[in-house]
């Protein structure tokens, strides 16, 4: 049993509706992205299903059982790291780790063998001892992340686990997640809003914008629902980045490339390719660097909503700007 | 209480207690600023002992059941800040995904205060006894001192637990403070409640359980044993306490949503 999310609503006094009506269905052993930019309403989602918050309407199954009448049968089948990690500073990590067995209720004798065990996992046994306060902020989500796993949970919520950390935490954290599906059947619900962690970890991907879910799929299936790939081109004089720019627009909509050159996404696909090499040459413009990329999520992401998913983090933020302003103003 | 309650309640209170050690600024004030105070009002106001019918000769006797008060106030601001700052960084939601109830929450946390009240208890009474403060009651009545300034502490920490839970914000926590110590000063902190004048301050002072509260352990230091100033004190330190435990559970059951 896995998720299984239908008409979900959350409304907020006074607010709009975070996430606005939105059917998911996630396959146990599956890893499932959750991708979008902030504000969308991934957070809000994982709130509802890890029982921590009402639904508004709608109904929603987590490892078989009811969000909203069976939620402390939910939890005892969950994991979750949200999108702080939640850790006491004046706590090390072992302390932790014994707090979070003891509250779960693993026999005694348990306890400490379960800690060691999943803070040897998470490569944190050496600084077990050290108080949290001093941890950096990779040692911080690894620990959330045992401290998530220490009942042996079916389903692991993890909310954002990598926003903030150096690729080599990232690229860390990335292969235990995949490690706990692939060996220990753990189903795992991923928000996040890098596309490249969605692309390489979840075998299914939900892109949500505004609340709604706009496209669901497989990574490769998703971009090849959009199938258009993007040329990017660098002229040899710098000078002719305008003309270069107006002569690729020709094949379709422009996009953003690299300082110094222009890109377009093609809308006849990859066979334009060569027609486009002879527009550049019939206009006399010399090529310092041409490169064709296939579709990206951003790309699918762009198609649904119209913005790219950079953009649409930059409105986020100057909507809750004008909204802090007029709160301060009022 | 079943095992399971009974072990989250021991490792919440392992929790607190650890907390509230490694945090010498949450102790040092707590004990420090009192005995400042105690310092300062017992050598500035001891001709206050002169007026008729002041009960001892001793104003640092009399004073010295202040700091029991200013520490429990302290203790409002510790364990509410503690408990704020628990909701402000999500260590709330991951305490909410365990098998958690609600009592063995509020019983944890206080446990640290229970601790900063005996260690401020302990001190406070060494202090005043070594700087020439009078014991009535004797060696049963240092007992029921720290045993009553622990209720009243724990009863105040209450408080802050509310405060944290309804509001979910240690500066609001703390913005608490001055009030609390309004209710101090507008009691019988500096004189006998008897010999104050002003009618206005008298009424409000007559009222304000704090009053209550001191004279508890001034019967002791002063008088010896009186079972009725006993009885009020004890009686408004419980008062204090369930008051403070209904209100902050009902405040938990909001906060924490979980269905």
Same mark, same amino acid.
């Given at each position: %049993?896995? =998720?299984?999310?239908e008409g979900?609503v959350?409304?907020f006094?006074?607010?709009p509706r975070?996430?606005?009506?939105?059917?998911l269905?996630?396959?146990?052993?599956e =890893?499932y992205g959750?991708?979008? $930019?902030?504000g969308?309403?991934?957070?809000?989602?994982?709130?509802? &299903?890890?029982?921590?918050?009402?639904?508004?309407?709608?109904?929603?199954?987590?490892a078989?059982?009811d969000i909203?009448?069976?939620?402390?049968?939910?939890?005892?089948?969950?994991g979750? +790291?949200?999108q702080? *990690?939640?850790?006491? $500073? &004046?706590?090390?990590?072992?302390?932790?780790?014994?707090?979070?067995? *003891?509250?779960?209720?693993?026999?005694?004798?348990e306890? *400490?063998?379960?800690g060691?065990?999943?803070?040897?996992?998470?490569g944190?046994a050496?600084?077990?001892?050290r108080?949290?306060?001093?941890?950096s902020g990779g %040692?911080?989500?690894?620990?959330?992340?045992a401290?998530?796993?220490?009942?042996?949970?079916? =389903?692991?919520?993890?909310?954002?686990p990598?926003?903030?950390?150096?690729?080599?935490?990232?690229?860390?954290?990335?292969?235990?997640?995949?490690r706990?599906?692939?060996?220990?059947?753990?189903?795992v619900?991923?928000t996040?809003?890098y596309?490249? @962690?969605?692309?390489?970890?979840?075998?299914?991907?939900?892109?949500?914008?505004?609340g709604?879910?706009?496209? @669901?799929?497989?990574?490769?299936?998703?971009?090849?629902e =959009?199938?258009?790939?993007?040329?990017?081109a660098v002229?040899?004089?710098?000078? @002719?980045?305008?003309?270069?720019?107006?002569?690729?627009?020709?094949?379709? $909509?422009?996009?953003?490339?690299a300082?110094?050159g222009?890109? +377009?996404?093609?809308?006849?696909g990859? *066979?334009?390719?060569?027609?486009?090499?002879?527009?550049?040459?019939?206009?006399?413009?010399?090529?310092?660097?041409l490169?064709?990329? +296939?579709?990206?999520?951003?790309?699918?992401f762009?198609?649904?909503?119209g913005?790219?998913?950079?953009?649409?983090?930059?409105?986020?933020?100057?909507?809750e700007?004008?909204?802090g302003e007029a709160?301060g103003?009022a | 209480?079943?095992?399971?309650?009974?072990?989250?309640?021991?490792q919440?209170?392992?929790r607190?207690?650890?907390?509230?050690?490694?945090q010498?600024?949450?102790?040092?004030?707590?004990?420090?600023?009192?005995l400042?105070?105690?310092a300062?009002n017992?050598?500035?106001?001891k001709d206050?002992?002169?007026?008729?019918?002041?009960?001892?000769?001793?104003?640092?006797?009399?004073?010295?059941?202040?700091?029991?008060m200013q520490?429990?106030?302290f203790?409002? /601001?510790?364990?509410?800040?503690?408990?704020?700052?628990?909701i402000?960084?999500?260590?709330?939601?991951?305490?909410?995904?365990?098998p958690?109830?609600?009592?063995?929450?509020?019983?944890?946390l206080?446990?640290?205060?229970?601790?900063?009240?005996?260690?401020q208890?302990i001190?406070?009474l060494?202090?005043?006894?070594?700087?020439?403060?009078?014991?009535a009651?004797?060696v049963?009545?240092?007992?029921v001192?720290?045993?009553?300034s622990?209720?009243i502490?724990?009863g105040?920490?209450?408080?802050?637990?509310?405060?944290?839970l309804?509001?979910?914000?240690?500066?609001?926590?703390?913005?608490?403070?001055?009030v609390?110590?309004?209710?101090l000063?507008?009691?019988? /902190?500096?004189?006998?409640?008897?010999?104050?004048?002003?009618?206005?301050?008298?009424?409000?002072a007559s009222?304000?359980?704090?009053?209550?509260?001191?004279?508890a352990?001034?019967?002791?230091?002063?008088?010896?044993?009186?079972?009725?100033?006993?009885?009020?004190?004890?009686?408004?330190g419980?008062?204090?306490?369930v008051?403070? /435990?209904?209100a902050?559970?009902?405040?938990?059951?909001?906060?924490?949503?979980r269905?």
């Amino acid at each position: %049993m896995g =998720i299984e999310v239908e008409g979900l609503v959350r409304e907020f006094k006074n607010g709009p509706r975070a996430v606005d009506g939105i059917d998911l269905r996630v396959e146990a052993g599956e =890893i499932y992205g959750f991708l979008g $930019p902030n504000g969308a309403g991934k957070s809000t989602t994982v709130l509802m &299903l890890t029982t921590l918050l009402l639904p508004t309407a709608g109904t929603a199954r987590v490892a078989g059982f009811d969000i909203v009448s069976e939620g402390p049968r939910v939890r005892a089948s969950i994991g979750a +790291a949200l999108q702080e *990690a939640a850790l006491d $500073p &004046l706590l090390s990590g072992r302390e932790h780790m014994r707090l979070q067995t *003891a509250l779960h209720g693993l026999p005694k004798g348990e306890r *400490a063998e379960r800690g060691q065990e999943l803070l040897e996992r998470v490569g944190l046994a050496q600084a077990a001892d050290r108080k949290v306060g001093g941890y950096s902020g990779g %040692m911080k989500r690894r620990l959330d992340l045992a401290l998530a796993l220490v009942h042996r949970p079916r =389903i692991l919520f993890l909310d954002e686990p990598t926003t903030g950390l150096d690729i080599q935490s990232r690229t860390a954290l990335w292969d235990e997640v995949a490690r706990l599906a692939a060996e220990d059947g753990v189903t795992v619900f991923l928000t996040t809003q890098y596309l490249e @962690e969605a692309d390489t970890l979840a075998a299914r991907v939900g892109i949500i914008d505004h609340g709604h879910i706009v496209a @669901e799929g497989t990574p490769a299936e998703l971009k090849a629902e =959009i199938g258009r790939p993007t040329v990017e081109a660098v002229p040899q004089d710098a000078g @002719e980045r305008e003309r270069l720019a107006a002569v690729l627009e020709r094949f379709g $909509p422009g996009a953003g490339a690299a300082p110094g050159g222009a890109a +377009a996404r093609l809308e006849g696909g990859e *066979a334009e390719l060569a027609e486009v090499v002879r527009a550049l040459d019939s206009e006399g413009i010399a090529i310092e660097r041409l490169q064709l990329h +296939a579709p990206s999520l951003d790309d699918v992401f762009l198609a649904k909503t119209g913005r790219s998913l950079e953009g649409a983090e930059e409105e986020v933020e100057e909507a809750e700007e004008a909204a802090g302003e007029a709160v301060g103003s009022a | 209480m079943s095992g399971a309650l009974r072990t989250q309640v021991g490792q919440l209170a392992r929790r607190s207690v650890l907390r509230t050690l490694r945090q010498p600024a949450q102790i040092v004030p707590a004990l420090i600023f009192p005995l400042f105070l105690l310092a300062v009002n017992s050598g500035g106001l001891k001709d206050t002992t002169n007026l008729p019918g002041f009960p001892t000769d001793s104003y640092l006797t009399f004073a010295l059941a202040v700091p029991f008060m200013q520490g429990a106030l302290f203790s409002v /601001m510790n364990a509410g800040t503690d408990l704020a700052r628990d909701i402000e960084t999500g260590f709330l939601n991951r305490l909410a995904l365990t098998p958690l109830r609600g009592a063995a929450l509020l019983s944890g946390l206080l446990a640290g205060a229970v601790v900063l009240g005996l260690v401020q208890a302990i001190t406070y009474l060494t202090v005043g006894l070594v700087a020439g403060a009078e014991l009535a009651a004797g060696v049963g009545g240092a007992f029921v001192i720290v045993g009553l300034s622990v209720l009243i502490t724990v009863g105040f920490g209450s408080v802050g637990l509310f405060a944290a839970l309804r509001t979910g914000s240690g500066e609001a926590v703390q913005s608490l403070f001055p009030v609390f110590f309004v209710f101090l000063f507008l009691s019988s /902190m500096a004189l006998p409640l008897e010999l104050l004048q002003t009618d206005w301050f008298h009424a409000i002072a007559s009222v304000n359980p704090v009053s209550y509260l001191l004279q508890a352990f001034r019967s002791l230091l002063i008088e010896g044993w009186n079972a009725a100033d006993l009885a009020l004190g004890f009686g408004i330190g419980i008062a204090v306490l369930v008051l403070g /435990m209904a209100a902050a559970s009902a405040a938990l059951k909001t906060r924490l949503v979980r269905t």
